[in-house]
Nanobody, 123 residues
Framework: QVHVVESGGGLVQPGGSLRLSCVAS????????MAWYRQAPGKQRELVAV???????????ANYADSVLGRFTVSRDNPNTLDLQMNSLKPEDTAVYYC?????????????WGQGTQVTVSS
């Protein structure tokens, strides 16, 4: 059984910063990638940033949506975590942020989603 849990959302003023954290736990043999998505009211879920490891312990790099490039940064303390540092936040960043993990566990290669954490950017 694998669980993906996000934390760190909240209310912040425009121009402010927030840091989201994601932890995947359980029986994980290989973590292939972790990513942050977001979904605003009335919109489709979109990719914010993805970090691939290629199944190795060495990070192979991150890719970001154009809308967050230069403002958001992902980091990993270990293969099963993914933090999202969000700076210069804008009202249009308001959304529920979801963590996604693609991994090989006891049930084979599967994708897992967290329950989401709300980020609200408003004055």
């Amino acid at each position: 059984q694998v669980h993906v849990v996000e934390s760190g959302g909240g209310l912040v003023q425009p121009g402010g910063s927030l840091r989201l954290s994601c932890v995947a736990s359980g029986t994980i043999f290989v973590m292939y990638s972790m990513a942050w998505y977001r979904q605003a009211p009335g919109k489709q879920r979109e990719l914010v940033a993805v970090h691939n490891t290629g199944g190795t312990a060495v990070a192979s790099g991150a890719n970001y949506a154009d809308s967050v490039l230069g403002r958001f940064t992902v980091s990993r303390d270990n293969p099963n975590t993914l933090d999202l540092q969000m700076n210069s936040l804008k009202p249009e960043d308001t959304a529920v942020y979801y963590c996604h993990a693609q991994l090989r566990g006891a049930e084979g290669v599967r994708e897992y989603w967290g329950q989401g954490t709300q980020v609200t950017v408003s004055s």
